[in-house]
């Protein structure tokens, strides 16, 4: 028998699991030793082998290749006609091969690595389970069968499981089924046919799928492996690893890099040949010297490790941004956010701590402390009409749930009643709660024991909840006692009052006259300047329900009485102000679009120093009403849209990116999914987000936090300054190179590099020294710049102006070196000094790349180690190399002050670059 055609009954007997307590620790235990952990195993690794191969086929490495078995292949033909063979070369070519492999291999383990561990982090969603008889959130991975689990809208469903009870649940499958419309789910439904389709499985709720709408509770029958996502998990979503837009430009910039460089060999080659063939030097050697010195020259040129670079910084770079809290989920994100202009923030837990707490509660007539609040109805619409929970263990409180509601929640645990149920007034007209009323609530009948909120929830028989939504900005429960219906609603409370005509002052139900209603908006308006935000209660007793439940919520919200309101306060985030104050210096325009009201947001606004005398501060209302030609007209001077509601911030993002500027959005609600998906960087809520929005998400910010953006927006700006550099850094070494040896070839001098030479001159280029510039540390002066235009160009002109002079630089210094042999070495040394001065003009360069504007290299020099344990080890090689590369290297010791010669030599590009620096910097050139 197929599990969904099982009863609830017969699934919880199965595995013995008490539907009001759910698991015991024990069980838990039992559970997962038995069934195992809610995981996918791990793919299958790709042996060493098959990275090898894959490698082997990269265009450079088969280039190679190639050229090393044709020297073997020459050199064996003259080894068996008895003439002198060489083989030196053939085996620097395969060495190269090999370490070009081997940190290609190691590279790419890194940055895999990198998107494991976000993989792991973004799959850790977190579950809020029945256990021991408490509502407890735990991790995904920690659920077990058996377990009890309540969803809720937006919530990603954990496991496979049979629905308990269903409120109104609409579930998206599409991710399994390819249905896009939500399926209505229901626990009754009993299901005969064994054969019944996914989508047809309305008892059930499947991993992986969203929940749209409502509410459940599951009891979890699989997990990991064997859920349905399980089956299918290689299509799995995971962090997007997709070539981002700049990583394509360096692509194709490696690759018109590549084509002058191999036309630039061939040139040579052809050269080299008619040279030959002119001065009757056609030989075995003549032409294999040619060949290989091509060949050389085409890698040195070839920037081939410039796509693993970008790849290993991005990977490299996103796991220290998820360390500052931002996770990025596709890879773009990570250079997109550092060209944002605008960001459309939130309000609610991103620019304040979302840590709410009720101050005042108005009831009665009277503005009262919470712990004074006796109104049975107030107390009931707190605990009942809400999803929301407290787990209070011995010394800490943890709220589960939307916060507005806990707050609730806490103000109602510091009444009277929930403390000692015998000092409750007596029952009245206001709804005042009774002293045996307080003592119904608590199960054990004991009135010794504080009336805890759960008390008060089980003891309700709710008949139908109308969920909150961010549109409705209410939220209603149908509860029944003693054949009558109560209804009760919360909300904003323009909302609540405009379905009341009857509010409860001094214990009496009266008209709520428009006078009552000034009078008590004035009130709010006080509050509201304070920044608190309001809520607003209403309740109505009703006989008599008709109709289908789904349809008659405006009938059940009319004629209510108006029970009162509370104010809640919500701090400001401690670091959201020199944010925002960054923001301004940076180039990025703010706008705050918040649910909340209009006198709230404005007072956070004023409190955030966002408003200057242009400033535009509107409702979504307003905004609704005009055209998008007007819209447009005032949308720059527009910093708070206050009642905003999804459709708005989709219609403002939108706007935004036609008028050319690049957006970054914030969202929790499962409604700003479409308005996530549309901004250049949409940003979702890890602690407050509903799955749904981080889902559509680019960057999760796992502290909610305004500044966190702030500081992605650097890291991005700096991911995009370190892709600079190393493009300074190789670009100009990739020019000295070919020009160098073009210029020999001109001169008519002998070849300065040989290939094994050149060969290690681009391992240099290509590989460790030129990553260790791609993790340069952020600059300060990151955020007192103008994001740069998504379409600039990666080379800006200054840059470009440096790679020619201090190119053209070294080229005259190394023409110095091999024409007029400036050092003075002897003519045995010569191809040592040439070799060793090259390198070191590439390492002492590789400083003056760090820079990209006119800055002192020294400024920073000791900021970035990788670096410098990078060069000082490419440095200490090269002194090896030189002393001991004897034949293969072609070189000869030097002497101590041959070396210090040939250091100062080559230092003077960094004197060169620094006086040019100080010239620009003092005439700003
Ligand atoms: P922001 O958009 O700035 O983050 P927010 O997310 O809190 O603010 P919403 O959640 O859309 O905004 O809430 C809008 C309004 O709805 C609130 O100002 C409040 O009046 C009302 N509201 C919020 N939560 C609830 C709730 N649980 N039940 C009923 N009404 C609520």
């Not at 490696?254 to 061939?266: D, N």
């Not at 040195?300 to 991005?314: C, D, K, M």
């Not at 263990?393 to 510091?414: D, M, R, W």
């Not at 001159?761 to 955020?783: C, Q, T, W």
Request: proline share 2%.
């Amino acid at each position: 028998m197929e599990i969904f055609q099982k009863s609830i009954e017969e699934i919880l007997n199965g595995f013995q699991v008490d539907v009001s307590r759910g698991l015991n620790d024990v069980q838990v235990l039992e559970n997962e030793k038995k069934y195992g952990k809610n995981q996918f195993s791990p793919s299958e690794k790709v042996s060493i082998i098959k990275k090898i191969l894959e490698a082997l086929k990269e265009p450079m490495i088969f280039i190679l290749l190639i050229a090393a078995l044709i020297t073997i292949g020459m050199n064996l033909y003259k080894y068996f006609q008895g003439l002198h063979a060489e083989f030196t070369e053939s085996i620097g070519i395969l060495i190269a091969i090999g370490l070009s492999v081997g940190i290609n291999i190691i590279m790419e383990g890194r940055s895999q690595k990198a998107f494991d561990t976000l993989n792991s982090i973004n799959e850790d969603i977190k579950v809020k389970v029945l256990r021991n008889g408490d509502i407890q959130y735990i991790h995904k991975k920690d659920v077990v069968i058996g377990d009890i689990v309540k969803i809720d809208t937006g919530d990603k469903v954990p496991a496979d499981g049979r629905l308990i009870d269903t409120l109104q649940l609409k579930v998206d499958e599409s991710m399994l089924t390819g249905e896009s419309a939500p399926v209505d789910k229901d626990s009754d439904i009993i299901i005969k046919e064994p054969k019944t389709s996914l989508s047809e499985r309305k008892n059930m709720v499947f991993a992986g799928t969203f929940v749209t709408y409502g509410q459940g509770t599951i009891v979890v029958t699989s997990i990991g492996d064997k859920t349905e996502m399980g089956n299918i998990a290689e299509e799995l979503k995971s962090t997007e690893t997709k070539s981002t837009p700049l990583q394509e430009k360096l692509d194709k910039l490696a690759k018109s890099i590549s084509l002058l460089g191999i036309i630039a060999a061939g040139l040579i080659f052809s050269y080299e040949l008619f040279k030959i063939y002119t001065s009757n030097s056609l030989s075995f050697d003549t032409i294999q010297n040619a060949f290989m010195t091509s060949i050389a020259l085409i890698v040195a040129a070839v920037p081939e490790g410039l796509p693993t670079v970008v790849a290993i910084t991005l990977a490299l770079n996103i796991i220290k941004m998820a360390g500052s809290n931002a996770l990025v989920r596709k890879l773009v994100a990570c250079e997109t956010i550092g060209s944002i202009n605008v960001i459309c923030s939130d309000k609610t837990g991103t620019l304040t701590k979302n840590q709410m707490t009720v101050i005042d509660i108005w009831n009665n007539g009277d503005l009262l402390n919470p712990s004074d609040l006796k109104s049975r109805f107030m107390i009931e619409n707190f605990t009942i009409n809400s999803t929301a929970d407290i787990n209070i263990q011995e010394n800490s409180v943890k709220f589960i749930g939307n916060p507005t509601e806990c707050a609730l929640l806490k103000a109602f645990s510091e009444t009277d009643c929930s403390r000692e149920p015998a000092q409750c007034s007596n029952y009245s007209s206001s709804g005042t709660i009774c002293e045996a009323k307080c003592r119904d609530y608590v199960s054990d009948g004991n009135n010794e024991v504080a009336v805890d909120y759960t008390d008060i929830r089980n003891a309700a028989e709710v008949i139908y909840q109308y969920p909150f939504s961010s549109e409705k900005k209410s939220m209603t429960t149908v509860t029944k006692e003693d054949g009558i219906y109560n209804v009760y609603t919360k909300g904003s409370p323009e909302k609540v009052i405009s379905l009341c005509d009857k509010i409860i002052i001094n214990d009496e139900v009266q008209d709520f006259t428009d006078e009552l209603k000034e009078k008590i908006n004035n009130e709010i308006i006080k509050l509201q300047k304070q920044a608190k935000r309001i809520l607003g209660f209403s309740h109505r007793n009703i006989d008599e329900v008709k109709g289908e439940w789904n349809k008659i919520q405006n009938k059940l919200e009319d004629s209510m009485i108006f029970d009162g309101f509370v104010s809640i306060a919500d701090p400001l985030r401690d670091d959201v102000y020199d944010a925002i104050e960054k923001c301004k210096s940076s180039g990025i325009n703010i706008k705050m679009l918040t649910g909340d009201n209009i006198v709230t947001a404005t007072s956070i606004a004023k409190q955030l120093n966002m408003v200057n005398e242009d400033s535009i501060i509107v409702e979504a209302q307003q905004i609704d009403e005009m055209s998008d030609e007007e819209l447009l007209k005032i949308l720059d001077k527009i910093v708070v849209i206050a009642r905003s509601k999804p459709l708005t911030k989709m219609r403002i993002v939108n706007l935004l990116k036609k008028t050319g500027n690049v957006v970054a959005v914030t969202g929790d609600g499962i409604n700003d999914a479409p308005a996530l998906k549309n901004a250049d960087v949409g940003i979702a809520m890890g602690i407050t987000g509903t799955e749904v929005s981080k889902e559509a998400s680019d960057i999760i910010l796992l502290d909610d936090s305004f500044s966190t953006i702030v500081k992605a927006v650097e890291w991005g700006r700096g991911i995009y300054e370190n892709f600079q550099r190393f493009i300074q850094f190789q670009l100009t070494v990739n020019l000295i190179a070919v020009v160098t040896v073009i210029v020999c070839e001109i001169l008519g001098k002998e070849l300065p590099f040989t290939t094994i030479q050149l060969l290690w001159v681009n391992l240099i280029m290509d590989g460790p020294p030129a990553l260790s510039l791609g993790l340069e540390a952020l600059r300060e002066h990151l955020m007192e710049k103008e994001p740069v235009k998504r379409d600039a160009n990666i080379i800006t002109g200054h840059m470009l102006s440096r790679i020619i002079v201090n190119g053209i630089f070294i080229i005259i210094m190394m023409m110095l070196l091999i024409n007029n042999n400036i050092l003075g070495g002897n003519a045995q040394q010569q191809n040592a000094i040439i070799f060793t001065s090259f390198v070191l003009f590439q390492l002492f360069n590789a400083f003056n790349s760090r820079e990209l504007e006119d800055e002192s290299i020294f400024k920073n020099l000791l900021k970035n180690k990788a670096m410098l344990l990078m060069i000082g080890l490419t440095f200490i090689l090269q002194i090896i190399i030189t002393q001991f590369g004897g034949e293969i290297f072609r070189t000869v010791p030097l002497s101590l002050t041959m070396w210090l010669k040939v250091i100062g030599y080559t230092f003077t590009v960094v004197i060169f670059s620094e006086l040019i620096r100080f010239f620009r910097r003092t005439f700003s050139f």
